[in-house]
């Protein structure tokens, strides 16, 4: 992978706020968009979903998802060279008042400090999504399949 396409990578991965979520809900595919932290080792993603949603019925612990992140489109440039990133694996929710669900919490406050006023609520819960499969596109010509291991790192450097 050339350097600009990992600072592309890190970018999309740290920078995005926003994600397009697959999942499974009712034995259907479903989509939803949710922001979303990155732990610091590259290893999973989290987010913060109420109970009410409708894709919080299929985050549900070991369940399979599929996690989309893209560059914003730029209407002069062609929409099917954004980069993105496509994350697959399996989803846990955190429990509340654990060490993991803290850390967690940190991360995605950090990001998204306006939602300190929904962690009181009740119905909201944090998820950990799990990389097990990556596959990046920075561009034509450009795709790279990663495992878990190469996405720690490039945490790192």
């Given at each position: 992978?050339?350097?600009?396409?990992?600072?592309?990578?890190?970018?999309?991965?740290?920078?995005?706020?926003?994600?397009?979520?697959?999942?499974?809900?009712?034995?259907k595919p479903f989509t939803g968009l949710l922001t979303f932290a990155?732990?610091?080792?590259f290893s999973a993603a989290i987010l913060q979903a109420s109970n009410?949603?409708?894709?919080?019925?299929?985050?549900?612990?070991?369940?399979?998802?599929?996690?989309?992140?893209?560059?914003?489109?730029?209407?002069?440039?062609?929409?099917?060279?954004?980069?993105?990133?496509?994350?697959?694996?399996?989803?846990?929710?955190?429990?509340?008042?654990?060490?993991?669900?803290?850390?967690?919490?940190?991360?995605?406050?950090?990001?998204?400090?306006?939602?300190?006023?929904?962690?009181?609520?009740?119905?909201?819960?944090?998820?950990?999504?799990?990389?097990?499969?990556?596959?990046?596109?920075?561009?034509?010509?450009?795709?790279?399949?990663?495992?878990?291991?190469?996405?720690?790192?490039?945490?790192?450097?």
């Amino acid at each position: 992978m050339t350097e600009q396409d990992t600072l592309i990578l890190k970018f999309l991965l740290t920078k995005q706020r926003v994600a397009t979520l697959a999942i499974l809900v009712d034995e259907k595919p479903f989509t939803g968009l949710l922001t979303f932290a990155i732990l610091p080792d590259f290893s999973a993603a989290i987010l913060q979903a109420s109970n009410l949603a409708k894709h919080t019925a299929g985050l549900t612990d070991g369940a399979p998802y599929s996690l989309l992140i893209h560059l914003p489109d730029d209407p002069k440039s062609d929409p099917l060279q954004l980069a993105r990133v496509s994350l697959q694996g399996t989803v846990q929710k955190l429990p509340k008042g654990e060490p993991e669900y803290e850390t967690a919490k940190v991360l995605y406050l950090t990001k998204f400090p306006a939602s300190a006023n929904i962690f009181p609520m009740s119905d909201f819960n944090l998820y950990a999504l799990a990389f097990h499969q990556c596959r990046f596109v920075a561009g034509f010509g450009a795709i790279y399949s990663l495992p878990p291991e190469k996405l720690k790192e490039l945490s790192e450097a």
